[in-house]
Nanobody
Framework: QVQLVESGGGLVQAGGSLRLSCAAS????????MGWFRQAPGKEREFVTA????????SYADSVKGRFTISRDPAKNTVYLQMNSLKPEDTAVYYC????????????????WGQGTQVTVSS
């Protein structure tokens, strides 16, 4: 099992930026991909972006492409999500997750989840 702890959420105005962090511990060697999902009130949890630990290959949802950047630091077992040009529709709880599969976009392919961090974008 992999333990994940997110940080960096908060309140920001539209057009602003935030950087989220996800620190991983435990059986991190069993995870191939790290992903970020988000869930807005009354909506399903949706895929945002993912990255492989080894080669750094990435995948993005169309809604965040060009605005969000995922990166990882294997030496620190930490994944980052840089969010720029934030919009009110980006408001959600953001979750970090670990997967044994390559760049999955489905929630079902992720085995371990963090507790989430709130991101609120005001207009």
């Amino acid at each position: 099992q992999v333990q994940l702890v997110e940080s960096g959420g908060g309140l920001v105005q539209a057009g602003g930026s935030l950087r989220l962090s996800c620190a991983a511990s435990g059986r991190t060697f069993s995870s191939y991909t790290m992903g970020w999902f988000r869930q807005a009130p009354g909506k399903e949890r949706e895929f945002v972006t993912a990255i492989t630990w080894s080669g750094g290959s990435t995948s993005y949802a169309d809604s965040v492409k060009g605005r969000f950047t995922i990166s990882r630091d294997p030496a620190k077992n930490t994944v980052y999500l840089q969010m720029n040009s934030l919009k009110p529709e980006d408001t959600a709880v953001y979750y970090c997750a670990a997967s044994r599969y390559w760049l999955g976009r489905s929630r079902s392919t992720y085995d371990d989840w963090g507790q989430g961090t709130q991101v609120t974008v005001s207009s």
